[in-house]
């Protein structure tokens, strides 16, 4: 299990990480790119779920690098890792953060992030 001010601390780990508010809720961006922020389920989310129980807890979405890399992780079967109709056809992934196990959103944090990183600015993180 992870807290919602955990994640925080981990994404601001990362360089030029700056936190913000995103539609009243906290969102993390490099260089003005969002790669995290908080997703509370809209009335329209809950609904789609039917009679099943929504993920309980704080939801980060998760940016990833293109459909491709989100299906492969999705298909990892990682705890706490799922998708909503909501983010068909989009480039991101939704963490419970009750189920997630700390290593993995560190990880999903860092290919977030460098995922909206500058090219120059991830080639520099990932040589240090």
Request: glycine share 6%; no cysteine.
């Amino acid at each position: 299990m992870v807290t919602l001010d955990e994640a925080a601390e981990l994404a601001r780990r990362l360089p030029e990480t700056v936190e913000d508010e995103r539609r009243g809720n906290r969102s993390w961006s490099v260089r003005g790119k969002a790669f995290a922020w908080e997703r509370p389920f809209s009335k329209a989310d809950v609904k789609r779920f039917g009679d099943a129980e929504p993920p309980a807890g704080d939801i980060l979405a998760v940016m990833v690098a293109d459909l491709a890399e989100k299906e492969a992780v999705l298909a990892a079967g990682r705890l706490g890792f799922f998708t909503i109709p909501h983010f068909d056809g989009y480039s991101a992934v939704l963490i419970q953060l009750q189920e997630v196990q700390p290593r993995d959103l560190e990880e999903a944090l860092e290919d977030g992030w460098l995922s909206r990183a500058p090219q120059a600015l991830a080639d520099a993180y990932l040589a240090a």
